[in-house]
């Protein structure tokens, strides 16, 4: 379905039914064999798009009009959200549950697509994206404001460095909400590129301009300021340059997950890679004890310093500072060893990384993955390395976006598997 004549420009609209979901947080449409990524709509809509760019071989543009809802639109909380305006969240033209079914349909498509998985052994995976506590707004314990020519706090455009001025972001925490930091409270920030806020999941708040000085006693040098942090049964004391789980449940949702799939037993061994401050180790070594052994490895200096600080006291875990392929390929750490759990960033861990820990974990692998066509990707290298995906589960850790978590179990070859 299309009104288009040739070639679609910037800035042209036409007409289109709109198709499945694809990652990024869009829909697939095509006119007139054009592929287009369409943000704002909804598979089986058909809305009016304006094209707001054209690539070679693909075109994107937004939903300025929806001729035919589908079931699950519904109006968006925030008057923020939709085409030309602020670009962080995604989905909230999605009801909740069909925000929970997109993010399956999402993890689906890569693990068929770049995992190398069959339809059958999707199916038998059960994909599910489970909900987290709290509801979809007020969840975001870590906001980046950007600053306009004017002075003004605000937020970016999707894929644009265009500021839109708003006066408060609905999935920000309670916390932060609160601060006199947007207009019109918040005034102006004179030569200030960002400011950034972050909350703990208890309510206190450290503001930072970023880069540099101001005499507003509102803001804190983030390089001294820390957050306490409160997850898997202890309090992390964590600087808020460091990395920290942004919804306030998440913490100890991914270590329940963790635990319940390693299942370590007193006197394993663990690797704990790309640890931050540590959550994922102690945990470990609370089941594994004192006979065993834990391994944490990170890169990022302000988490170093947490990991130290935060698990002296638990004489079994040895911190490493260094990058994880550095630390497996130059022998930082050696093998073998009986679990590993990795989070690693946006990009995922690579082959080199997951050529190491197959060649020196005995028993089993827990990765938490932010990105699911990242962690397709590591899923085709362990099994082409003989390893099975044996179960993953999803966690809507990011609601009104389209960023969803995962946590995926490996078990190695042999008579386990």
């Known amino acids: 379905m299309t009104a288009a004549a040739g070639p679609l420009a910037e800035g042209d609209r036409t007409t289109v039914r709109v198709g499945a979901v694809a990652h990024g947080g869009h829909c697939v449409a095509r006119v007139d064999g054009q592929v287009v990524f369409v943000r704002h709509a909804l598979p089986d809509e058909v809305v ?9 071989g693909f075109l994107r543009g937004d939903a300025v009009a929806v001729l035919e809802p589908a079931p699950e ?22 009801g909740v549950a069909g925000q929970l079914a997109w993010k399956e349909s999402v993890v689906r498509e890569q693990l068929l697509r770049l995992g190398g998985l069959s339809a059958a052994e999707v199916d038998a995976l059960g994909v599910q994206v489970r909900a987290l506590p709290g509801g979809p ?47 019109p409270a918040g005034g102006r920030w004179p030569g200030v590129d960002a400011v950034e806020v972050v909350a703990s999941a208890t309510g206190d708040v450290v503001v930072t301009a970023l880069p540099g000085p101001t005499d507003d006693a509102r803001v804190t040098d983030a390089a001294d300021a820390q957050l306490t942090q409160v997850a898997a049964g202890r309090r992390f004391e964590v600087p ?40 994922f180790a102690a945990a470990i070594a609370g089941r594994t004890g004192p006979t065993g052994r834990i391994t944490l490895v990170e890169s990022a200096g302000p988490g170093v310093a947490a990991a130290r600080r935060n698990l002296a006291d638990l004489a079994q875990v040895e911190v490493v500072a260094a990058r994880v392929e550095h630390a497996l390929t130059r022998r930082r750490i050696t093998g073998p060893v009986d679990l590993v759990v990795l989070d690693p960033p946006r990009a995922g861990a690579g082959a080199r990384v997951v050529t190491a820990i197959a060649a020196a974990a005995r028993r089993a692998v827990a990765y938490v993955a932010c990105d699911p066509a990242a962690l397709a990707r590591d899923v085709r290298t362990f099994r082409e390395l003989g390893w099975t995906l044996a179960q993953l589960r999803g966690y809507d850790c990011f609601p009104m976006t389209q960023h969803v978590e995962c946590v995926a179990l490996f078990i190695p070859p042999g008579p386990t598997s």
């Open 240 to 279: 808020t340059t460091a990395f920290w789980q942004v919804h306030p449940a998440a913490a100890d949702t991914l270590v329940d997950a963790v635990l319940e799939l390693l299942d370590p037993a007193p006197g394993e061994s663990a690797w704990d890679l790309y640890s931050g401050a540590g959550l």
């Open 48 to 56: 009016t798009v304006e094209i707001t760019e054209v690539h070679r």
């Open 73 to 94: 639109r519904v109006t968006p909380p925030c008057r923020y959200a939709g085409p030309d305006r602020c670009g962080g969240c995604d989905l909230q033209h999605v």
């Open 137 to 183: 707004l007020g969840w975001r314990t870590r906001v980046r404001y950007a600053v306009d020519a004017a002075d003004r706090a605000g937020l970016l455009k999707h894929r644009s460095h265009e500021v839109v001025p708003v006066d408060r972001c609905l999935i920000a925490h309670p916390a932060i909400q609160q601060l006199p930091v947007l207009p």
